[in-house]
């Protein structure tokens, strides 16, 4: 009998969140970039950079119904450099991304993973002298939302599988609108 009203309650919960598992939404958030890499050679020096920057990103999405849906957006992850001797070395890493989202409904919270790819450009500036590069790589993530009607406050770590790059994340906090 426990195990009954449990399970009877925990539909109970979920009932409202399966009322919404369709639709179209947009949002956006803020929050910070983690980069970790090496710049090895350029002009006889090698920079290290590990550091944090505030980044931002735009996102779309289409929930296909109770655990698929796909979401799309832009990304700027910040502007990261190092300075060595006489040497400045900058980088502003920004990009697209399109994922499919599997999405777990807990009453007014969502809890969800997402992977797919990330179309990136990475500019790299020494002593003022630019040079652009970029590509196209794995991404994933994960979070939860805490849906309030249609307009929905969300948290999420994202990573980016980047060769060049040790460590390249992004952790934010945003809005989505359900339409």
């Excluded at 969140?17 to 958030?29: F, N």
């Excluded at 994960?142 to 060769?163: D, K, Q, S």
Aim: aromatic share 14%; charged share 20%.
């Amino acid at each position: 009998m426990k195990s009954f009203c449990f399970c009877f309650l925990l539909a109970l919960l979920t009932l409202p969140a399966m009322a919404e598992t369709q639709g179209l939404y947009l949002g956006g958030a803020v929050g910070q970039s983690f980069v970790k890499t090496e710049v090895s050679d350029i002009q006889d020096v090698d920079f290290k950079l590990d550091e944090n920057d505030f980044a931002f990103k735009f996102m779309a999405g289409v929930r296909m119904g109770a655990i698929l849906g796909f979401e799309g957006g832009y990304k700027h992850l910040g502007n990261v450099r190092d300075k060595v001797a006489d040497y400045t070395f900058e980088s502003r890493t920004s990009g697209y991304d399109l994922c499919a989202v599997g999405n777990f409904y807990l009453g007014i919270v969502d809890l969800f993973a997402k992977a797919g790819a990330f179309w990136w450009d990475q500019e790299n500036k020494l002593n003022g002298v630019e040079e652009t590069e970029g590509g196209t790589n794995f991404m994933w993530g994960i979070g939860a939302t805490l849906r309030l009607g249609t307009l929905g406050v969300r948290a999420e770590w994202e990573r980016f599988e980047i060769e060049a790059f040790d460590r390249l994340s992004l952790l934010s906090v945003g809005l989505i609108y359900g339409l």
